[in-house]
């Protein structure tokens, strides 16, 4: 794992890049943001803290980035890659990874 040190007001990942990592938030805050479709600022949909992750939905789903996620204090985050992360699911056609999908699904359309 890749440790990432972000400061308040980065951007971890934008709309539209490739789910290349999963992200683990050990120290401080990111925020998960939308875009608005109405052209707007992006809406926050999430803060995450220590012990939760970020980024998991496009690794799943093998599909680019449908969020923007910031800092929202000098954070700490562990940073995993897509191939590894797969493989502790069981693969991109395993069990864990397949249940996740059907998991993560539903609500990728929130965020």
Do not use: W
Request: with cysteine; hydrophobic share 40%.
């Amino acid at each position: 794992m890749q440790t990432i040190l972000l400061k308040e007001g980065d951007t971890l990942y934008s709309v539209g890049e490739a789910s290349d990592c999963v992200y683990f938030v050990e120290s401080g805050e990111v925020e998960v943001r939308r875009a608005d479709e109405s052209g707007g600022d992006p809406i926050p949909v999430a803060v995450l803290g220590r012990g939760e992750i970020v980024g998991e939905m496009g690794v799943i789903n093998g599909v680019p980035r449908s969020t923007t996620t910031v800092a929202v204090e000098n954070t700490v985050l562990a940073a995993l890659d897509r191939n590894t992360f797969l493989k502790a699911f069981g693969g991109e056609d395993g069990l864990g990874a397949v249940s996740y999908t059907h998991l993560t699904l539903p609500t990728s359309d929130l965020v």
